[in-house]
């Protein structure tokens, strides 16, 4: 691992790029995020700027959350952070991993990035993989979707989500201390979360920064039973099987299995993180370093009836009983997973010529995860990486300017036992890209290219594999009127298969599925098109998109109707395939009633995909959804009510269960008491106030991890 990271720093300096840095999309690296920023005004038009591009309208798909609104939709998980977002869902395989699924991607299609470099766990390899980003640490969060989201590289081809902390400071407070702190707690899993951290200016341009923070919740509460009713009739057979044979046991565990309601068993969850930082701020730039600890236990809830699947009989028919007290899934399944990070940031302003600044980013993790099978070691995953940026920003020559830069990528993984389901590999990946943008009056436009060289390999597996992907994509939108745009995208897009594409080969329990890949897979191509009206007239704000992708070589995975090991396969494949889709967000203001605006707003998206050649649906794929709020604001209170509804999706690959559709009523309340700029608040909700039985049809387990049932949240933040 030294020799491979000593030529990977080699390699970054020889090709002297690495992608975009974050804080050119969220805001200057000099510029820290004030209680305004914090709890900014929800009604206030959000605009995601570079601060090379004016005003990045490749980015037709972006959404912003930060303040009061992310402090109320606070999880466990990121995934489950997002999901109100248009174009959003999630994994939500256990309260402990959700990532998001954004346009109907996930996995190796979505990053997950911390100001601006991937998350470097295990999260991408499997769902009931944790991401090791806390959203309480979070300020501000981005989700980027369509092919602006390819600066972040080839794995956000489906888009990127982007968490913002404080860990290496971007200013110097005003404050001889400044600190923040955040609270909450939730019923439906008796959830307990705390958080904290101190920004201390040792110098006139000397900051040192300490955060920390806490999490527990018990197994989650849920409307109604736990089993879908398509594996309740399963379980429910199997039970009348049974009891016909003689096996009055094996009925009636079967009948509890199809009864149990309630709760989620074996969803518990704690987590802690800590961090600290520090930075050097001046005119000329800043630079900052960073270490952080990330560890978390979670319950990997098992699919009711997985262990009758093992059961093996006898030539007499009956039961091995020795065979089902080793079967996958006797014991329960929890995950502990440790991650130790360290991330660097600097800029220098160059003060004239070509380049306006010059920009770098790092960061390093050193990760392990382990699943437990009872109180026995099942498997071990163990996962070092480096990710690397640098950029070169261009100073404005009339009505151009733009950015050139580059990433470099590097991951040793291993796991080991005896359900190591993916062979110890190594991926290295560097890229070159650039984004022009040129203002010609009536027409906007924006160009991006990218370059992206991949290695993967397996000694264990004797399996070398190198990809070669260009990208690209251009922009043109035009103002109709003042503040009224019409535009579009088009893009091609290329991505390198992942080591566990192409080498999974074996059962994992904590999925309770044996997962195949495919050594031989090629690169995955995508065109895609897209159109968007955004704008304002008057008080009302919105943004219309629609796109369409159209794959070639596109790898998925899913499952065969067959069993190995006693578990379902899921097989990877590549075929073509087709995502059409929509977006709309619309906000208007209606009244202003005693001191309060009121607003009412409206997200509305859809997905249809499809695999080539009359394949069929592709799986896991979210359905129609509608969300309606309507919120009344001031400076010292805000209150909100709203229905989201998600349609049913009978829209099924081989072998995938439908999901019922279902109607969610939300409510929540926030107190300034010192005002919206002083950045504390007290907020409470109401979530799912008539305790629906929901599923996302995007999660893996969603026929034995239904949503949260109704749940009462109340919370404090300070910033003082």
């Not at 490749?58 to 992310?70: D, K, N, P, V, W």
């Not at 402990?96 to 979505?110: D, K, Y």
């Not at 893009?491 to 992942?498: C, L, N, V, W």
């Given at each position: ?191 307990r ?26 197994d ?16 429910i057979?199997?039970?009348?099987e ?11 565990e ?46 990997i809830?098992?699919?009711?009836g ?12 009956d ?15 929890t ?40 109180d ?15 950029e ?14 580059g ?62 992907a ?6 043109v ?43 031989n ?8 098109l897209?159109?968007?009206?955004r ?49 709309a ?12 605006r009121?607003?009412a ?8 995909a ?15 959804r ?28 081989s ?43 995007a ?22």
């Amino acid at each position: 691992m030294k020799n491979t990271f000593s030529l990977s720093f080699k390699a970054l300096l020889a090709i002297g790029a690495a992608t975009l840095s974050v804080p050119a999309f969220a805001q200057e690296a000099s510029e820290q995020p004030s209680g305004d920023d914090f709890h900014g005004d929800a009604s206030a038009e959000i605009v995601v700027t570079a601060s090379f591009i004016d005003e990045l309208d490749l980015l037709a798909g972006t959404s912003t959350l930060s303040g009061t609104e992310l402090d109320q939709s606070i999880r466990a998980q990121i995934g489950d952070v997002l999901t109100a977002l248009p174009g959003v869902s999630a994994t939500s395989f256990t309260p402990g991993a959700s990532r998001p699924v954004l346009r109907g991607f996930q996995g190796e299609r979505v990053r997950v990035l911390t100001d601006g470099i991937g998350a470097i766990d295990a999260s991408n390899t499997s769902a009931d993989h944790a991401v090791t980003i806390d959203p309480i640490t979070a300020y501000r969060i981005e989700i980027l979707r369509g092919p602006a989201a390819l600066l972040f590289g080839s794995q956000a081809i489906g888009g990127a989500v982007n968490v913002f902390d404080r860990r290496i400071p971007r200013e110097v407070p005003d404050e001889a201390v400044h600190i923040d702190a955040v609270a909450s707690y939730g019923s439906a899993a008796d959830e307990r979360s705390i958080a904290g951290g101190i920004d201390l200016p040792l110098t006139s341009n000397l900051v040192i920064h300490v955060d920390g923070s806490f999490r527990e919740s018990d197994d989650l509460d849920i409307s109604g039973f736990t089993l879908s009713p398509a594996l309740r009739a399963e379980q429910i057979a199997i039970a009348a099987e049974e009891t016909e044979e003689g096996h009055l046991e094996e009925a009636e565990e079967a009948l509890e299995n199809a009864n149990l309601r309630g709760t989620v068993p074996n969803s518990a969850t704690e987590t802690i993180t800590a961090g600290t930082g520090i930075a050097f701020i001046e005119d000329w730039g800043n630079i900052g370093i960073s270490v952080s600890y990330f560890d978390s236990n979670y319950g990997i809830p098992s699919r009711p009836g997985a262990e009758h699947a093992h059961e093996e009989e006898d030539e007499d028919g009956d039961h091995d009983e020795d065979h089902d007290e080793e079967g996958h899934g006797e014991a329960p399944v929890t995950i502990d997973l440790e991650q130790i990070r360290a991330d660097l940031r600097g800029e220098i302003n160059v003060g004239s010529g070509f380049l306006e600044n010059i920009r770098i980013r790092l960061g390093y993790s050193d990760y392990t995860h382990t699943e437990f099978e009872g109180d026995e070691v099942g498997t071990l995953f163990l996962v070092s990486g480096l990710e690397g940026r640098l950029e070169f920003v261009q100073r404005a020559q009339g009505s151009w300017r733009g950015v050139i830069g580059g990433q470099l990528y590097v991951r040793d993984f291993n796991a080991i036992g005896a359900e190591a389901f993916v062979p110890k590999n190594n991926t290295e990946q560097a890229g070159l890209f650039t984004l022009q943008e040129f203002d010609l009056g009536a027409a906007h436009i924006e160009v991006a290219g990218r370059y992206e060289h991949t290695s993967v390999s397996s000694g264990p597996a004797g399996i070398d594999r190198s990809f070669d992907a260009f990208s690209g994509a251009i922009g043109v939108n035009f103002e109709i009127a003042p503040g009224l745009k019409i535009g579009g995208n088009a893009s091609r897009a290329e991505r390198a298969p992942s080591a566990e594409e192409l080498f999974s080969n074996g059962p994992h329990i904590a999925t309770q599925a044996f997962e195949i890949g495919n050594p031989n897979f090629d690169t995955e191509t995508s065109l895609g098109l897209e159109a968007y009206l955004r704008g304002g007239v008057g008080d009302v704000n919105f943004a219309l998109t629609g796109y369409a992708s159209w794959f070639s070589n596109f790898i998925y995975d899913a499952d065969v109707g067959l069993e190995e090991d006693g578990l379902p396969v899921f097989q990877y494949f590549q075929r073509n395939a087709r995502y059409i889709g929509f977006e709309a967000e619309v906000s208007a203001r209606i009244a202003e009633v005693g001191g309060f605006r009121i607003n009412a707003d409206f997200v509305g998206d859809y997905v249809r995909a499809t695999i080539g050649d009359g394949g069929g649906p592709l799986p896991r794929i979210p359905p129609l959804r509608l969300l309606g709020g309507l919120e009344a604001q001031s400076d010292v209170f805000d209150a909100r009510a709203e229905v989201e509804w998600v349609a049913e999706q009978d829209r099924t690959a081989s072998f995938e269960t439908p999901t019922g559709g279902f109607t969610l009523v939300n409510a929540s309340i926030a107190w300034r008491p010192w005002g919206r700029s002083n950045g504390s608040t007290l907020f409470a909700s109401a979530n799912n106030i008539f305790d629906v039985n929901a599923r996302r049809h995007a999660s893996f387990t969603k026929d034995f991890v239904p949503l949260s049932g109704r749940d009462f949240r109340v919370g404090a933040r300070f910033s003082f």
